[in-house]
């Protein structure tokens, strides 16, 4: 009998997940179907299934790699409000699966609680990065410097708010659902919300460390799609049953190799490898600096075990092309699981797509279930093996400063080099 049961199950499902439906009276919902263009569907007529799918995939591909493009070029404000336009979309397919599969309750504030947390949180975020990046405008103008210096107790009670009003919306003989729903929504915010303010911060960073992290996703996407339709025989993983060895293999080698290419290219153009700055005279944002040491052109030699087959003894890279190494190795062997997560929680919900924005690609978070794991990489990266102190920063915090306070900063910072010999020697100098 435990066997029969156990067949008669969807796959993933366990007994949980049957009584938790049965309790809730939850159906599953309707497999989301893609729209593909009428135009595409007449031009493809007379192709199968599988072929008719591969082209409108391919046509799509290359229609929204050149709106990427297009982004790029109009500069790191477009960017981060097409950042903000894909995590609100994001979040709304995803609170939509929740809000469709248990409907029939018509629970009381659910949607209205979830996209007023949405809100709290962006607020929040996006508060601390407009005092990050912004210091100096936040400082001149009053209204934003209150916000500013009562930024976070402001957030907490937004925050507070949403949750009196949940705890109010409770009703009878519904709370576990409502409680479910609740960790739903935060669970959301945390992947969503959380990650897309670590790819602003990236941006913020260099427009280097938001392509090509991104390109490199993008890439190991559509090569492991290449190689895995051309080649693929072996099975990767249960999760995603068209994923295959062949695919996996063939996009991590063509990842690395685009990474580095990518990587020598764009290292060469200040406008990519500078960070985004505010100008205060201009009010506008800049990326005009003098390269550092990541983006110089350096010799390297090569090892000796490929002397012969290369025949050079050294090399002249960008150091950038070497973590470009680490960043593509991730997008390719790491970066796959956000996109097993997604299907294990597609296969959970019996959905085939978070939603059918894109013809023959779903909806927005079926392309970006990669990209915010890669984004979080991408900054804790940054912060090990990068990132150091920003003296403007902290010159702008000491000018906030009482000027007593900055006196005795002053004091102590001479009395430490002197003491390191390094005043001394200017002096002398």
Known sequence: ??????????????????????????????????????????????????????????????????????????????????????????????????????????????????????????????????????????????????????????????????????????????????????????????????????????????????????????????????????????????LSPKKTWEGFIGGFFSTVLFGLLLSYVMSGYRCFTCPVEFNNDTNSFTVDCEPSELFQLQEYNIPVLLHSVLGWRTVRMYPFQIHSIALSTFASLIGPFGGFFASGFKRAFKIKDFANTIPGHGGIMDRFDCQYLMATFVNVYIASFIRGPNPSKLIQQFLTLRPEQQLHIFNTLKAHLVDRGVLASLEDA
Not at 188 to 213: A, D, K, R
């Open 1 to 238: 009998l435990q066997e029969s049961e156990s067949e008669n199950r969807l796959d993933g499902e366990t007994a949980s997940d049957s009584e938790s439906k049965s309790e809730f009276g939850g159906s599953s919902p309707v497999p989301t179907s893609d729209d593909t263009p009428e135009v595409l569907n007449r031009a493809l007529s007379n192709l199968s299934s599988r072929w008719k799918n591969w082209w409108v995939r391919g046509i799509l591909t290359l229609a929204m790699i050149t709106f990427f493009f297009i982004i790029i070029y109009l500069g790191p404000m477009v960017l981060m409000t097409i950042v903000m336009c894909v995590q609100i979309k994001c979040f709304h397919e995803i609170i939509t699966i929740g809000y469709n599969v248990y409907h029939s309750y018509d629970l009381p504030w659910f949607r209205t609680l979830s996209w007023y947390f949405l809100l709290c949180v962006n607020y929040f975020f996006y508060g601390e990065t407009v005092t990050d990046y912004f210091f100096t405008l936040v400082q001149r103008e009053e209204p934003l410097r209150i916000l500013s210096k009562y930024h976070r107790f402001i957030s907490f009670a937004l925050y507070l708010t949403g949750f009196c009003m949940f705890v109010l919306s409770l009703v009878k003989k519904h709370y576990r659902l409502q409680f479910y729903m609740f960790g739903w929504t935060h669970v959301t915010l945390l992947i969503v919300v959380t990650q897309s303010h670590l790819i602003i911060h990236n941006l913020f960073e260099g427009m280097i460390w938001f392509i090509v992290p991104i390109s490199c996703v993008i890439c190991n996407d559509i090569m492991a799609y290449m190689f895995g339709f051309f080649f693929g025989r072996t099975p990767l993983i249960k």
